[in-house]
């Protein structure tokens, strides 16, 4: 079913909103710059032509453990946990040897196996808006829903709400430790990654890092995407195709 054109503009109207108060500057850069093919900022490059974004993408080397890059984070926040790369700092080989690795869990057959673990807490927590004026707090439940995701996928037996919330700390420090401006005590993305790995400990294993930085990535994907999508299907008039997925 297609929703009203009405529908569909109110909830894009919203997503953009929520999109431009998380990036104002940046998309305050692209507006102002977007009849130019490619602008250089100091160290940052906007691309607005096709083809120069293409050309980026697929001709210019890149190097996945710059600092600022997400390889150069992870790598800053969890060298030395660990023997194995982190995937987002590898290449060549290496970086398809650890994506082979992590197939068996995140294919089809991975997300049919996890599925029964999110339905269950989404069953739980979305129980109160059965009721008369219900409500539930949504962020919860997605920081309950990647916890519990993340401690199935990586087989740990820890409370998912605690491995959700060191996984948001351990984003937001690493973050954090690019922006210029001084540090605020507990700050250290070293610090909040330790704690992350405490968490997910496994004996007999030596993918801390790399385990670490799954479950730190599948939650920030996960409270990030799951509110919006709700706001889309509300505005949107979707559930009735949301129920029939």
Same mark, same amino acid.
């Given at each position: 079913?297609?929703?009203?054109?009405?529908?569909?503009?109110?909830?894009?109207?919203?997503?953009?909103?929520?999109?431009?108060?998380?990036?104002?500057?940046?998309?305050?850069?692209?507006?102002?710059?977007?009849?130019?093919?490619?602008?250089?900022?100091?160290?940052?490059?906007?691309?607005?032509?096709?083809?120069?974004?293409?050309? /980026?993408?697929?001709?210019?080397?890149?190097?996945?453990?710059?600092?600022?890059?997400?390889?150069?984070?992870?790598?800053?926040?969890?060298?030395?946990?660990?023997?194995?790369?982190?995937?987002?700092?590898?290449?060549?080989?290496?970086?398809?040897?650890?994506?082979?690795?992590?197939?068996?869990?995140?294919?089809?057959?991975?997300?049919?196996?996890?599925?029964?673990?999110?339905?269950?807490?989404?069953?739980?927590?979305?129980?109160?808006?059965?009721?008369?004026?219900?409500?539930?707090?949504?962020?919860?439940?997605?920081?309950?829903?990647?916890?519990?995701? /993340?401690?199935?996928?990586?087989?740990?037996?820890?409370?998912?709400?605690?491995?959700?919330?060191?996984?948001?700390?351990?984003?937001?420090?690493?973050?954090?430790?690019?922006?210029?401006?001084?540090?605020?005590?507990?700050?250290?993305?070293?610090?909040?990654?330790?704690?992350?790995?405490?968490?997910?400990?496994?004996?007999?294993?030596?993918?801390?890092?790399?385990?670490?930085?799954?479950?730190?990535?599948?939650?920030?994907?996960?409270?990030?995407?799951?509110?919006?999508?709700?706001?889309?299907?509300?505005?949107?008039?979707?559930?009735?195709?949301?129920?029939?997925?």
């Amino acid at each position: 079913m297609t929703p009203p054109d009405r529908a569909y503009r109110r909830a894009r109207r919203r997503d953009r909103r929520v999109y431009r108060a998380a990036h104002p500057v940046l998309l305050a850069l692209l507006a102002a710059t977007r009849t130019r093919p490619a602008v250089r900022l100091g160290s940052t490059v906007l691309v607005h032509d096709a083809d120069a974004c293409r050309h /980026v993408l697929t001709r210019v080397p890149l190097d996945r453990n710059a600092e600022g890059s997400t390889g150069g984070a992870a790598r800053a926040a969890l060298s030395g946990t660990g023997t194995r790369g982190l995937l987002f700092d590898q290449e060549g080989g290496g970086h398809r040897e650890t994506r082979r690795g992590l197939a068996d869990g995140l294919g089809a057959a991975g997300v049919e196996r996890l599925r029964p673990v999110w339905r269950a807490v989404l069953d739980r927590r979305l129980g109160p808006l059965a009721e008369p004026g219900g409500t539930v707090d949504l962020v919860a439940v997605a920081h309950e829903v990647a916890g519990a995701t /993340v401690c199935a996928l990586l087989d740990v037996d820890a409370d998912p709400r605690a491995v959700a919330s060191a996984a948001s700390d351990a984003a937001a420090a690493a973050v954090r430790d690019h922006l210029p401006g001084p540090r605020r005590p507990g700050d250290d993305a070293t610090e909040a990654a330790r704690r992350l790995r405490t968490l997910l400990a496994a004996e007999g294993r030596d993918d801390g890092a790399l385990r670490a930085m799954l479950a730190t990535a599948a939650v920030a994907t996960t409270v990030a995407a799951l509110p919006r999508a709700v706001a889309w299907c509300a505005d949107a008039g979707l559930w009735r195709d949301a129920a029939a997925d």
